[in-house]
């Protein structure tokens, strides 16, 4: 497993290695013991989660504020542009972001701990996503961040207006977000 820094020490993307052949491809998509060794990070996942999204479906920046969740997060079919923003209010970089693709080609991952909020824009005709998580949903402690707030200064890249859900649309600006200790 190789990994790379995002502009977030904690939040890690990874390339699994991959076997290919004449007959096709192969990769392990989880292995504790490999994840550990490249990341220095120990977890247990208690859930997996797969969703599909139309072209232009924004869908974060979630979180939760108590039974916070680590996600590993991969694209398996299409491409989506993956936020992650540190909540920690004592982080040296809290309410900083870390950007990157996420394509169903080059098969990375993205670790976001927890403490950290979420969220996607599906920039491919569609997307599908698998994500495991460190802790269960719990609905009752779901914040979400306001997508667009300019103190996050999120570029995302879209024409228009992005396809967005209910609780997307009444998300909550940083300034006033409740965040981590």
């Not at 390339?15 to 247990?44: C, I, K, L, M, Q």
Request: net charge neutral.
């Amino acid at each position: 497993m190789k990994l790379e820094p995002t502009a977030l020490p904690e939040v890690l993307l990874l390339e699994p290695r991959v076997y290919r052949d004449a007959r096709g491809w192969f990769y392990e998509s989880w292995n504790r013991r490999a994840f550990w060794e490249a990341t220095g990070v120990d977890t247990d996942f208690v859930q997996d989660n797969h969703s599909r999204s139309a072209r232009n479906v924004l869908r974060g920046l979630h979180y939760q504020l108590r039974q916070p969740q680590g996600k590993l997060i991969r694209v398996i079919a299409g491409e989506v542009f993956d936020v992650a923003v540190d909540l920690r209010r004592g982080s040296p970089r809290f309410g900083r972001t870390a950007c990157v693709r996420l394509d169903a080609e080059s098969r990375r991952m993205l670790w976001v701990p927890a403490g950290f909020a979420h969220g996607f824009l599906v920039t491919s005709e569609f997307a599908e996503l698998q994500y495991k998580a460190t802790d269960y949903y719990a609905p009752a402690h779901e914040r979400t961040l306001m997508w667009n707030d300019p103190a996050l200064g999120i570029a995302w890249p879209i024409q228009g207006e992005p396809l967005l859900g209910q609780k997307d649309r009444r998300g909550t600006l940083f300034e006033a977000a409740e965040t981590y200790d």
